[in-house]
């Protein structure tokens, strides 16, 4: 028998992914496996755990109980030789505390196989800056750089593996160090989903909760949650884990906060047809009237107003996205037309939406200003060196940084240089925070969990620009 071919496996493992992703409601139990706990520096390994359990846009909130098929997907794609998309530089050194302006990150030209280990410097802050976190597994889901906030997961190895993904899960808020629980997971099996740039604002935090179906005595329920800072309260803004739910509704992806509302995608049981734009109004205290979303797949939220996303995905496993205006301070037609096919959309929590865009073997990374009318886009060099390419992950493009697996370690690309950065095994970079970086250290996989024991908050000053 002849073997498969690996594309035709992607693209039908891809297009199965994308069908199941946002709607999934069952997930049959898996065998875990042996592991070592550790991360591997061999092949892709490190690149295809952090890619299973970091936020994915939109397709990956509701993913995460379907690794299967997910893991299978980047295995394939890691089993074969691939140019990986490098990234450009910039001049410039914006920050989430810097004032709006219409200037934006300039990046230019690198080669990929072009890389450096991580810079002793580098290193020596990582350690100053660290500190334990409050159970085995933590990971950054989601940051505001205009407040200095950072969401994290917080959870333990599950004595049962084969159905639960953590155990112990909490939801705690950071700032500078110092975490506050604000969610303490109420069954065995439910999952934090978490928008990683627009789930806080000043006064506010949302996420949902889902608990996907593992049988007919574990029906398939969600929360919508919004946490008040002021007050601490945390209050369900819709679904329940002991309502009845006759509509069969299900939410699609993570909720985000945007021009004063929380808004969240929902739809009829596995019905994209029938997806609705659901908000909360922050000032009234009360539900807002549902909108016409059809077949949308996620939201991106940018402060002042929150965009519509809509994938597809092509013969060639290409995932396309576009997006629509749907809420708030609308983006001008060149700009949502230049967002067209993005993916790894982030908000830097002050004025600026970034994002990525592949197209072959050949990579771009824009920004725009929200309110303003333009698009800096900037082409990024090919991968030259096929074997020491850089992977890019799927976390939100926030400049200076953004992660990736470099020469087959955990790593990130310096922007400011075009420079992609390779780590020593366990340490990793979680999110960029306004003018500070949260890495993770002594990260590692139990059963099919990935998180950090230790996090460690760095200011950008003591990570001077990276070069080759």
Not at 151 to 161: E, I, S, Y
Not at 246 to 257: D, T
Not at 378 to 384: R, V
Not at 442 to 450: E, I, K, L, V
Request: hydrophobic fraction near 40%; glycine fraction near 10%; proline fraction near 6%.
């Amino acid at each position: 028998m002849s073997a498969p071919d690996p594309d035709d496996l992607e693209r039908r493992l891809t297009e199965l992914f994308q069908q199941r992703a946002a709607t999934i409601t069952q997930v049959r139990q898996f065998d875990a496996g042996p592991g070592d706990g550790r991360r591997k520096p061999a092949g892709l390994e490190p690149g295809r755990d952090r890619w299973r359990w970091q936020h994915l846009g939109v397709l990956a909130a509701a993913a995460a109980v379907f690794v299967a098929v997910a893991a299978t997907i980047v295995a394939i794609q890691a089993s074969r030789p691939r140019p990986a998309p490098p990234l450009g530089t910039s001049t410039a050194t914006p920050t989430a505390s810097s004032a709006p302006t219409n200037a934006t990150p300039t990046p230019t030209p690198t080669n990929a196989s072009c890389w450096v280990e991580a810079p002793a410097s580098w290193l020596q802050a990582i350690t100053a800056g660290a500190f334990r976190g409050d159970n085995d597994l933590n990971t950054v889901v989601s940051a505001n750089g205009g407040t200095g906030d950072y969401l994290v997961t917080q959870g333990n190895a599950p004595t049962d593996q084969t159905s639960q993904i953590y155990a112990d899960l909490e939801l705690a808020l950071y700032h500078d160090t110092r975490g506050n629980v604000i969610y303490t997971a109420q069954g065995s099996k439910d999952f934090v989903q978490a928008d990683p740039t627009g789930a806080i604002s000043a006064g506010w935090v949302t996420f949902a909760v889902v608990s996907p179906q593992n049988s007919a005595d574990y029906p398939y329920r969600y929360q919508v949650m919004l946490y008040q800072r002021g007050t601490g309260t945390l209050r369900t803004l819709a679904g329940g884990a002991d309502q009845p739910n006759p509509e069969r509704k299900l939410v699609r992806g993570a909720p985000v906060i945007a021009a004063g509302k929380v808004y969240w995608l929902a739809s009829v049981d596995n019905h994209p047809e029938t997806t609705t734009l659901e908000s909360w109004d922050l000032s009234r205290n009360s539900a807002a009237a549902s909108r016409n979303a059809a077949d949308a797949t996620g939201l991106v939220g940018y402060g002042s107003g929150v965009a519509v996303m809509y994938e597809s995905v092509s013969e060639s496993s290409a995932i396309t996205a576009t997006l629509r205006n749907g809420a708030g301070v609308p983006l001008t037609k060149a700009q949502l037309d230049a967002t067209t096919g993005g993916s790894n959309f982030g908000f830097d929590g002050t004025s600026k939406l970034s994002w990525l865009r592949y197209d072959g073997d050949s990579a771009s990374y824009s920004v725009l200003i929200v309110g303003g009318t333009g698009v800096s886009t900037e082409p990024l060099s090919h991968a030259a060196d096929r074997a020491a390419g850089t992977l890019l992950g799927i976390s939100a493009a926030v400049f200076p940084f953004v992660a990736a697996v470099v020469h087959n370690v955990d790593g990130l690309v310096d922007l400011r240089t075009g420079t992609p950065v390779a780590f020593p095994i366990g340490t990793i970079v979680q999110a960029v925070v306004g003018d500070s970086v949260v890495f993770g250290t002594d990260s590692h996989n139990s059963g099919q969990a990935f998180g950090s024991a230790g996090l460690s908050l760095v200011p950008l000053s003591a990570l001077p620009a990276a070069h080759c």
